[in-house]
């Protein structure tokens, strides 16, 4: 009981910490205001419940709530500076806001003119204007802490793309998983979480058959300049129709990698993000032995909400690196691995070694993978040797050494939050982890999220992806025959 109090306000005081303005900056007393160019707007339609009426009707729906005149995050509207003034308290550099851009042109198009007085028409590319005002305490010239007040302005152009290819190829992972996150979040405090896994589900499916049609219109374009000498558009360079069309030979991907967006530069990892998204407690329906309480809920909701998009990102699917042992390893042998145990293996035996009866007994003098796992719960490198020694809760003997670059990327990684991750260290030898109430494999499992089966019986990320390969080919079947007709 000791040992789980002391833990608890260990956290507490890391909380604590982080919100110290001595330890990081924070901005206090902050306004925020955004301007636009013409034809583009904030989309600032509130969020309506849906079941607003029988036994529905009476309850609470915080829904309304979740979206400050368009703003999403950790911010108010001014209640007398008009739609594009926003009071956000205090933040600090992983505070993050997001919003929904419109274009409100009845043509549907961006004017990239404008009437100046005396001049005419002016070109305007579209962008928008944010001013930040905030008071920050920083140290003077004697050593004396003191607040001053600041004003940021950022001007940035946004850029509109023409067609769905062209649109796809900008895509931001990350910056996606905040979007979605955001919306799936919204949508679970009116419609249920069981709701919001099958509309979540549609969309993906909806996204996957556009992104396929997108090619197919693409590859037509791409013969149709070809056929007239014209020059390759941007987006040609990005298009590969072997690994994006079923009835290309010549790619390297199956069918349903190619149905699941495989093949395309951004959209590739969007099936694993919105499984992530699903997965991820703030939002998984409670089943079995996942049955989180209230709090424990509302909390990854909250702390999911306000965290910028790297850190979302790493939260529902953690960085996974191999590395080697030694003082000589500079930069991981393989940068991603899949969140599997079968895939993590498969990489692992690539560069296991081979000891014999000859080899030294000195586990340092042999260069072991391990991996270096990156998330906001935790930063940890693990002994791979653990792989085989799974139901053991005794430690490996032999001790390997890391270079002082892993080391030092560690630290760098569990700083990178707003509260530091804690460290765990499975290298052999002694441990800093307390082996009687984890095992090494026990922290490994909990990272594999392709392995974690859904609340609906779905036993892991491939059966999933397999059923919406399989959904996303019958739409297109479907809409061919149609076509046909």
């Excluded at 198009?109 to 005002?133: D, K, W, Y």
């Excluded at 699941?260 to 951004?266: E, I, M, Q, V």
């Excluded at 691995?337 to 586990?363: C, G, K, T």
Aim: with cysteine; charged share 25%.
């Amino acid at each position: 009981e000791n040992d789980k109090f002391e833990g608890a306000l260990d956290a507490l005081l890391a909380e604590a910490k982080a919100r110290s303005p001595w330890v990081r900056p924070v901005a206090f007393g902050t306004m925020f205001r955004l301007r636009l160019t013409p034809t583009l707007g904030m989309d600032r339609t509130p969020f309506e419940p849906l079941s607003s009426l029988g036994d529905d009707a009476n309850r609470p729906k915080p829904v309304r709530f979740y979206r400050s005149k368009g703003m999403l995050g950790p911010v108010s509207s001014s209640p007398d500076g008009g739609d594009d003034l926003w009071i956000a308290g205090s933040c600090d550099d992983t505070t993050t806001y997001s919003f929904d851009l419109d274009i409100t042109s009845n043509s549907g198009h961006v004017i990239g003119t404008v009437f100046v007085e005396g001049r005419g028409e002016v070109n305007l590319s579209p962008g928008m204007q944010s001013c930040f005002a905030y008071t920050s305490i920083i140290k003077n010239e004697d050593g004396q802490y003191v607040t001053v007040r600041r004003l940021r302005v950022l001007t940035t152009n946004v850029k509109v793309a023409a067609d769905t290819e062209t649109l796809t190829n900008s895509l931001d992972a990350e910056a996606l998983a905040v979007v979605l996150f955001h919306k799936l979040n919204a949508a679970s405090m009116d419609e249920g979480l069981l709701e919001v896994r099958e509309a979540t589900q549609t969309w993906l499916i909806s996204t996957l058959l556009c992104a396929y049609r997108s090619a197919e219109l693409h590859e037509v374009r791409r013969k149709m300049r070809a056929s007239r000498g014209l020059s390759p558009c941007e987006s040609d360079s990005l298009f590969f129709a072997n690994e994006r069309l079923l009835d290309r030979q010549g790619g390297q991907l199956s069918d349903r990698e190619k149905l699941l967006a495989r093949g395309h530069n951004r959209l590739c990892s969007l099936p694993l993000l919105t499984y992530a998204l699903i997965q991820c407690d703030a939002l998984r329906p409670g089943k079995g032995t996942f049955r989180p309480t209230i709090d424990a809920r509302c909390a990854a909701s909250s702390n999911l909400s306000a965290m910028p998009p790297a850190s979302l990102a790493r939260g529902i699917a953690p960085r996974i690196e191999v590395w080697l042992s030694g003082d000589d390893c500079r930069e991981p042998v393989v940068d991603s691995v899949n969140m599997n145990m079968e895939a993590l293996r498969q990489v692992i035996m690539e560069y296991q070694p081979v000891r014999d009866e000859q080899s030294s007994p000195d586990a340092s003098d042999i260069s072991f993978p391990v991996l270096f796992v990156d998330s906001p719960r935790l930063v940890m490198v693990f002994d791979c040797r653990y792989l085989d020694n799974s139901q053991s809760l005794v430690p490996i003997r032999e001790k390997i050494k890391i270079s002082d670059t892993l080391l030092s990327l560690v630290e760098i990684a569990a700083q990178s939050y707003r509260v530091p991750a804690p460290i765990y260290y499975f290298l052999g030898g002694s441990s800093n982890a307390n082996f009687n109430e984890v095992t090494p494999i026990s922290l490994l499992h909990d990272i594999l999220l392709e392995d974690s089966g859904t609340s609906d019986g779905v036993s892991d990320y491939h059966a999933w992806t397999a059923k919406i390969a399989e959904e996303v080919l019958e739409e297109i079947d479907a809409e061919s025959k149609d076509s046909s007709r």
